[in-house]
Structures are given as C-alpha cells and as structure tokens.
C-alpha cells in the first residue's frame, strides 16, 4: 500500500494578510495535481491537521472544494490551527469522522488499519493525548492487537531537535509511550 501524507496546508481566507504572503490555496492545489498525476498513484492521501489557518467556517469552505480535486481518497485530521467543531461541521458528509467529541477514528484498508489521533487543544500550539484520548486507542489497538496499524497526529511524540516545533509539540509525550 502506498500511503502520501501532507501536512500543514494552513488554507486561509483570501482578504488576509497570511493568504497574500503565502498562497497556501494554491500550493495546496499543486500538491493535489502532482498527486494526481503520479503514475503510481497512492492507495490514498493522509492530511495530518493544520487543515486551516485560523479554524474559520469560510476557510474550511476554500479547503472543501480543493480536497474535490483529489482523484484518490483522502482522510483529515486536525492540528492546533483547526477548529475541532467547525471542522466536523464542514466536513460532516465524511463518513469516517466522528459527529461530535474528539476527531480521532481508524479505518480499514488492504488489512492495514490507520488511526488518526486528536492531539489539539484548542487555541493552544501544543497538543496532548489526554487521558481520554489515550484510553480511546488502548481500546482501539486492543480490538485488533495482531492487525498492522499505522498511527498519524499532528504534533510529533518525540523531540526533533528544532527548538520552535519542540515548543509546540506533544505535552506529557511519555504517556504516549506507555
């Protein structure tokens, strides 16, 4: 299986400062038509949070459409720039997201299982895997122990050595560990 993983995309509104410096739409959509146009292309496409800039409705409403262009299916997860509720509102004809509580689910496909954690806090650049959500994937992992699983959240569980993503990076991480 061939999994692509994109990260960051931070869509934004086109009045803003941000969009004018950055033209995060327009990356975004060379990234999908590059995707698109692979000879092999992936099994599917991973977004890992940071959907949106400033976890805005109308952002959400720009990445929605883009997301359409992509020829391979696609499965969303959220970062500390995302807004947890709006998203799951925008992005409620997603099967695979939950309607409401934190966004982390696991799918199937080609006996390999795939769980996207919820590691934001809201307004807040760090993340956490609280107590709760670390409960939700023993449970998860416990339903299947012998089935290969691949895990994707934003924040990193480890250090990476670049002191502003350490900043910002996964809280309590050796809870994760255990």
Same mark, same amino acid.
């Not at 805005?56 to 720009?62: G, L, R």
């Not at 670390?134 to 992992?141: E, F, G, I, P, Q």
């Not at 994707?152 to 993503?165: D, E, L």
């Given at each position: 299986?061939?999994?692509?993983?994109?990260?960051?995309?931070?869509?934004?509104?086109?009045?803003?400062?941000?969009?004018?410096?950055?033209?995060?739409?327009?990356?975004?959509?060379?990234?999908?038509?590059?995707?698109?146009?692979?000879?092999?292309?992936?099994?599917?496409?991973?977004?890992?949070?940071?959907?949106?800039? +400033?976890?805005?409705?109308?952002?959400?409403?720009? %990445?929605?459409?883009?997301?359409?262009? %992509?020829?391979?299916?696609?499965?969303?997860?959220?970062?500390?720039?995302? +807004?947890?509720?709006?998203?799951?509102?925008?992005?409620?004809?997603?099967?695979?997201?939950?309607?409401?509580?934190?966004?982390?689910?696991?799918?199937?496909?080609?006996?390999?299982?795939?769980?996207?954690?919820?590691?934001?806090?809201?307004?807040?650049?760090?993340?956490? %895997? +609280?107590?709760?959500?670390?409960?939700?994937?023993?449970?998860? %992992?416990?339903?299947?122990?012998?089935?290969?699983?691949?895990?994707?959240?934003?924040?990193?569980?480890?250090?990476?050595?670049?002191?502003?993503?350490?900043?910002?990076?996964?809280?309590?991480?050796?809870?994760?560990?255990?």
């Amino acid at each position: 299986m061939i999994i692509a993983q994109l990260s960051d995309p931070h869509i934004s509104t086109p009045d803003t400062e941000f969009d004018a410096l950055y033209k995060t739409s327009e990356k975004l959509k060379t990234a999908i038509n590059s995707l698109n146009r692979l000879n092999k292309k992936p099994d599917l496409v991973m977004i890992t949070g940071d959907l949106v800039n +400033c976890g805005e409705e109308a952002e959400y409403k720009i %990445l929605k459409p883009i997301l359409d262009q %992509l020829d391979i299916p696609c499965y969303l997860g959220i970062g500390n720039h995302d +807004c947890r509720e709006t998203f799951q509102t925008v992005f409620s004809d997603h099967d695979y997201l939950p309607k409401d509580g934190f966004a982390h689910y696991a799918i199937e496909q080609d006996n390999l299982r795939l769980i996207m954690l919820d590691t934001n806090i809201y307004r807040a650049p760090q993340g956490v %895997l +609280c107590p709760e959500r670390l409960a939700w994937l023993d449970k998860t %992992l416990m339903e299947k122990p012998n089935m290969p699983t691949l895990l994707f959240m934003h924040h990193p569980p480890f250090k990476t050595g670049i002191k502003t993503m350490d900043d910002m990076g996964l809280e309590e991480a050796e809870a994760f560990g255990k």
